[in-house]
């Protein structure tokens, strides 16, 4: 195998899934990004991490998500595996609070292997198998895609429509929508992480019907308030499939996110929590978030960012990554980031 010579990087966007009704489905790519940088190197395997989580993953070795990934993608093009791979991941995502970590991590992962091997790094090539790896598209569609994504696995539930279920026998398949430029997301984070698993194993199996249909319409609603109406979000971002369900595990959140509706504010749980995602108009209610997380009796990371539009890309010869994000807590934290990993500081401006 003759492998690109020169360093790639891989620059993936944080993810916020559900947005309320959409759930397992639904999905909207934030202005955070991660940055990798991997190239091939005689033997061995180094890894130098940054950044968030630094701390837990640095000396994962070949458990390291990252390298997971690059390992499956080298399996899945059929190219054998280098001979020793050295990778500079850049964290600004933080774990475990939905925001999509896991799956930056992974789509990262493919992406720098396939770019590695020659291969092409569109998101439709990538899919299936960073779908596979992080078991369901909701984080990894909005990640390759960028923008609001509507994602799903083709196929009748018997071949393995569901979460978690056998890969092969169902394809992820995401359509990719333009959100209205007037949307800020605005990601409130606690300090303490929830582990993905231990939030989903709180779902019942069955729900009552009335909530099912309620969903449904709230669900439709969404796409429309995302894309053509705002003055429709707060009915819009409605849920009863898994928000209340998963309240024992995230009290504050919960606390926070009763709180922030009460107020007219679009609020869901972001990802499988316990962050909360604020959906502003125009950033309609921003001064109103400090206070009302004060509240809770608990901190908050309060950070208003970009829709992300373009999805995750990877390529050669680029420049090595930048600065880490912070990760002390503060109540209006502004995370630095490169717009769109082109080079560009982040900046943003908070309460005008
Ligand atoms: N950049 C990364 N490098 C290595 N491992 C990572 C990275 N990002 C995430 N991980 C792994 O994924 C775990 C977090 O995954 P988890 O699915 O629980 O949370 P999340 O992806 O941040 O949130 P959500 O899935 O709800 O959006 C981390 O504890 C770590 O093991
Ligand atoms: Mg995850």
Redesign the pocket.
């Known amino acids: 195998m003759r492998w690109v010579e020169e360093p790639v990087r891989a620059c993936v966007p944080a993810?916020?899934?559900n947005l309320g009704p959409g759930f397992d489905s639904l999905g909207l790519a934030l202005g955070l990004h991660?940055e990798?940088e991997a190239r091939v190197v005689p033997s061995g395997l180094s890894i130098d991490?940054s950044g968030?989580?630094a701390a837990?993953?640095a000396d994962?070795g070949e458990k390291?998500?990252?390298v997971r990934a690059m390992r499956a993608a080298f399996d899945d093009l059929g190219v054998g595996q280098p001979s020793g791979l050295a990778l500079r991941?850049v964290?600004r995502?933080?774990?475990?609070?939905?925001?999509?970590?896991?799956?930056?991590?992974i789509v990262?992962g493919v992406l720098a292997a396939r770019a590695l091997a020659g291969a092409s790094v569109g998101p439709d090539d990538a899919l299936p198998l960073a779908s596979e790896l992080?078991g369901h598209p909701d984080?990894v569609a909005p990640c390759l895609y960028g923008g609001l994504t509507i994602s799903w696995m083709a196929g009748s539930p018997e071949a393995g429509g569901s979460r978690g279920s056998s890969p092969r026998a169902s394809t992820a398949r995401a359509v990719r929508l333009e959100p209205l430029a007037q949307i800020t997301p605005v990601v409130v984070i606690p300090a303490a992480?929830?582990?993905?698993?231990v939030?989903r194993g709180l779902l019942p199996a069955a729900v009552p019907h009335a909530d099912a249909a309620r969903n449904a319409g709230r669900a439709a609603l969404l796409i429309a308030a995302l894309t053509a109406r705002p003055e429709a979000l707060l009915d819009g971002t409605e849920d009863r499939l898994h928000q209340d369900y998963r309240a024992p595990v995230m009290p504050a959140t919960h606390d926070l996110l009763a709180r922030l509706r009460a107020a007219s504010l679009p609020a869901v749980v972001?990802?499988?929590?316990p962050s909360v995602l604020v959906l502003l108009v125009s950033r309609h209610g921003l001064d109103k978030l400090d206070p009302i997380g004060r509240e809770t009796g608990i901190e908050w990371r309060i950070s208003p960012l970009d829709l992300g539009r373009q999805g995750a890309s990877a390529a050669p010869g680029v420049p090595a990554p930048g600065e880490a994000g912070q990760s002390s807590p503060g109540r209006l934290t502004l995370f630095r980031d490169m717009d769109g990993c082109k080079g560009m500081p982040w900046v943003s401006s908070v309460l005008g």
Request: net charge negative; with cysteine; proline share 5%.
């Open positions: 993810t916020s899934a991660d990798v991490v968030e989580g837990d993953v994962a390291h998500l990252v991941c964290n995502i933080p774990h475990g609070r939905g925001l999509g970590s896991s799956a930056a991590a990262a992080e984080n992480p929830v582990s993905t698993n939030a972001s990802g499988a929590g």
